[in-house]
């Protein structure tokens, strides 16, 4: 059973693990990547022991992120000189 | 027995559990799952510990700090940022102030400091005696990660040595606690007799789930300290902060909670009193529970077991035989109780049966079971595990075990209390008191049932011994009549 649901944006980016983390009552961190929630995963794990979460978070702002042509789309104005 | 002859058994520290980052202070990276008597000449004058998510900061009866495990967000206060310190390693920058209350959170630390040496002269410590008055001044220092606020110094930045949180400078601060992304201060009252304003608390970091209990609005985090509103004039003695949760407890003994709600109940944004007839002196907060205990030595504990942990699909055959939880088979349950005030559930005989129990799935707050009358005399609770110590030294532990972290030898969880052994016959005068971090456990046995750094207060009907750590004395100090007491401080300097 999934220890906790959590909200994407509660989760912290971890540049050196690059992954998005939260604490672990272990004292470790769940970790996802950004490759795994572009695949729809939702299951955040931690290396450390066998508790996982559920992260909740919209799977569109993923595969956006990923597209190069960002502003585009017009969701972020973008200043051009 | 004379003074520098304390036997190890007595004074000794223990640690156990999840030792991924040095956090057990065994100067190995390695989970142990029985007691471990640490032998490090420096934790010998340790009076006091403070277990945050994979660091320890442990207070000696000289009012100084030592701290290890780990410090990638600057928690252990050495002004570097190290992934892990397997020592416990002295806190140098703190040198000028003498510490009297620690706490650690997930990745930042906080100090309470009692007395400023700087501001006051080295003979009036040793020779003669300090005024509370106009020499204690109780800043707060915090360090480590401060991403949410919650070192409170009006930004998000970290910081790897303490900060002294500028909020606080001209206040009696009293105690501090730390929860995963937020920081509570106990501000001591200045009470006059009848006119005592009560002790008023803060709160900082994130506040999401309501843990600050500064608005009744959902506020995402603030970064400077606020004001707790909603004790209605209540004297606070105790706080308490873990995961998303704060409580506090008052001088008449009601207990107030708020933040991330327990099972089955919605978040508080202001702080909840327990709606109980029980005089309560201490609360222990996890991630998903909290134990209390009453002024009559009964220990009663909110949010049962947690789901995610002794729910787990390994586990489901003990779930249907928990003992304390409510309202295991009903998980998606939806609060009835609109108001989040908890409401108390006393079990008169711990041999109810299953059936008895699903009648009583709204109770939130259960009598731990199996205690047989045992009157306890403390409580700590980790993220997932709990303690108990008895009067007459037992430990009993219960909750997850998966790192080691109840000390039985194993990676099992226990649904209800069981007995640890620290592997020594413990003296009759001997306390033990236990300090639980997310994941591990430390144990600190002393002589007596006062902290070693022991101060005599002079009032002008009779000395008082006590400890001045702790905050009930405290009171008893404010509410002393006449002249200001006087601190003579004999031990440990």
């Known amino acids: 059973m999934s220890y906790d649901d959590v909200e994407i944006e509660d989760m912290e980016w971890n540049e050196e693990l690059q992954a998005y983390t939260y604490p672990c009552p272990c004292g470790d961190l769940f970790q996802i990547t950004k490759e795994d929630l572009k695949l729809g995963e939702e299951i955040a794990r931690c290396p450390s022991c066998s508790l996982y979460i559920t992260v909740i978070y919209n799977i569109e702002d993923f595969l956006a992120d990923s597209d190069k042509n960002r502003q585009n789309k017009g969701l972020q104005p973008v200043a051009v000189a | 027995m004379e003074e520098g002859e304390k036997d190890e058994s007595e004074g000794g520290v223990w640690s156990w559990g999840a030792g991924t980052d040095g956090q057990l202070g065994t100067t190995i990276l390695e989970d142990e799952h029985f007691p471990k008597l640490l032998h490090q000449p420096l934790l010998s004058s340790v009076s006091s510990l403070a277990c945050g998510g994979a660091h320890v900061i442990a207070l000696t009866s000289a009012g100084k700090v030592l701290s290890w495990g780990r410090g990638n967000s600057g928690q252990l206060g050495h002004g570097e940022v190290v992934s892990n310190a397997l020592y416990p390693k002295a806190l140098t920058s703190l040198d000028d102030s003498f510490i009297t209350h620690v706490a650690a959170g997930w990745s930042h630390s906080a100090f309470v400091s009692g007395l400023d040496f700087s501001a006051v002269s080295l003979s009036a410590v040793f020779l003669k005696r300090i005024s509370v008055e106009s020499d204690y001044t109780g800043c707060v220092f915090t360090c480590g990660d401060g991403s949410f606020g919650q070192l409170g110094h009006g930004d998000y930045a970290s910081h790897s040595s303490p900060v002294k949180v500028s909020c606080f400078i001209d206040q009696h601060v009293a105690k501090v606690a730390c929860g995963m992304r937020h920081s509570l201060v106990l501000l001591k009252g200045h009470c006059s007799g009848a006119d005592c304003p009560g002790n008023q608390v803060y709160?900082?970091?994130?506040?999401?789930?309501?843990?600050?209990?500064?608005?009744?609005?959902?506020?995402?985090?603030?970064?400077?300290?606020?004001?707790?509103?909603?004790?209605?004039?209540?004297?606070?003695?105790?706080?308490?902060?873990?995961?998303?949760?704060?409580?506090?407890?008052?001088?008449?003994?009601?207990?107030?909670?708020?933040?991330?709600?327990?099972?089955?109940?919605?978040?508080?944004?202001?702080?909840?009193?327990?709606?109980?007839?029980?005089?309560?002196?201490?609360?222990?907060?996890?991630?998903?529970?909290?134990?209390?205990?009453?002024?009559?030595?009964?220990?009663?504990?909110?949010?049962?077991?947690?789901?995610?942990?002794?729910?787990?699909?390994?586990?489901?055959?003990?779930?249907?035989?928990?003992?304390?939880?409510?309202?295991?088979?009903?998980?998606?349950?939806?609060?009835?109780?609109?108001?989040?005030?908890?409401?108390?559930?006393?079990?008169?005989?711990?041999?109810?049966?299953?059936?008895?129990?699903?009648?009583?799935?709204?109770?939130?707050?259960?009598?731990?079971?199996?205690?047989?009358?045992?009157?306890?005399?403390?409580?700590?609770?980790?993220?997932?595990?709990?303690?108990?110590?008895?009067?007459?030294?037992?430990?009993?532990?219960?909750?997850?075990?998966?790192?080691?972290?109840?000390?039985?030898?194993?990676?099992?969880?226990?649904?209800?209390?069981?007995?640890?052994?620290?592997?020594?016959?413990?003296?009759?005068?001997?306390?033990?008191?236990?300090?639980?971090?997310?994941?591990?456990?430390?144990?600190?046995?002393?002589?007596?049932?006062?902290?070693?750094?022991?101060?005599?207060?002079?009032?002008?009907?009779?000395?008082?011994?006590?400890?001045?750590?702790?905050?009930?004395?405290?009171?008893?100090?404010?509410?002393?009549?006449?002249?200001?007491?006087?601190?003579?401080?004999?031990?440990?300097?």
């Open chain 2, 203 to 493: 709160g900082f970091g994130s506040g999401k789930r309501g843990q600050l209990g500064v608005n009744i609005d959902r506020v995402k985090s603030v970064n400077v300290p606020r004001l707790v509103s909603g004790f209605e004039g209540e004297e606070i003695v105790e706080i308490a902060a873990n995961g998303d949760h704060s409580a506090a407890v008052s001088v008449d003994g009601h207990v107030y909670t708020w933040g991330r709600g327990f099972k089955g109940f919605d978040d508080a944004h202001t702080p909840q009193c327990l709606n109980s007839t029980l005089n309560f002196t201490k609360i222990a907060l996890g991630w998903n529970h909290a134990l209390t205990m009453s002024g009559e030595g009964e220990v009663y504990m909110l949010g049962g077991n947690h789901p995610g942990v002794l729910g787990d699909p390994q586990n489901t055959k003990s779930e249907k035989h928990l003992p304390f939880s409510m309202h295991s088979g009903d998980q998606k349950r939806q609060p009835k109780c609109r108001t989040n005030r908890l409401r108390e559930f006393v079990k008169k005989d711990s041999n109810m049966t299953a059936l008895e129990f699903e009648d009583f799935r709204e109770a939130n707050l259960e009598k731990v079971p199996g205690l047989d009358g045992m009157k306890i005399t403390d409580i700590a609770s980790g993220a997932e595990h709990s303690f108990l110590f008895s009067e007459h030294g037992e430990i009993k532990t219960w909750g997850w075990g998966e790192h080691g972290q109840l000390g039985l030898g194993n990676t099992s969880d226990q649904i209800s209390p069981v007995t640890v052994s620290l592997g020594y016959d413990l003296n009759e005068a001997a306390s033990i008191r236990v300090f639980c971090g997310s994941g591990f456990t430390f144990a600190l046995g002393s002589g007596s049932e006062l902290p070693v750094a022991v101060y005599r207060m002079e009032s002008q009907e009779s000395s008082t011994y006590f400890g001045i750590h702790d905050a009930l004395c405290w009171k008893a100090m404010c509410s002393a009549p006449k002249a200001p007491p006087k601190f003579d401080n004999y031990e440990g300097m």
